[in-house]
């Protein structure tokens, strides 16, 4: 088919011609609409970055989490980690907490020692202005 009458094809179904492969011999064009082929474009190059750059999720908690709640919070931790995305865990400190902050460096050991098989430590416990973060990455399994 010659490029006059594609264009016109294109043009009486209201549509565009949009060169899909122009290093093709010879190149490759398709009668569609632009704007919703620059859309899934769009939506497959977000796609591809989010998984290349691997996602962080966060879960927070204060220093006097509940027995109950703190399990609840695992086990969200483990489902985040089974989806291979990096897990952030925030312990927080609220006014007068902060004096201790031992409370919060307890917990974080109670949950890297409950996570010991699911999970790796890639950045230390640190304090960060009035949170204590860590960041674990999930366990490559053979």
Known sequence: MKTRDAIQL???MGLDLVEVSPNANPPVCKILDYGKFKYEERKKQK???KKQAGE???ISMGPRISEHDLGVKLKKVREFLEDGAKVKIRIFFKGRELAHPEYGEEL???ILEELNEEAQVE???KMDGRNLT???KPVKKN
Request: hydrophobic share 40%; net charge positive.
């Open 134 to 136: 860590c960041l674990l």
């Open 108 to 110: 974080i050991k109670k």
């Open 123 to 125: 950045i230390p416990p």
């Open 10 to 12: 294109a043009y009486d």
């Open 47 to 49: 796609e591809a970055k």
């Open 56 to 58: 962080v999720r966060e």
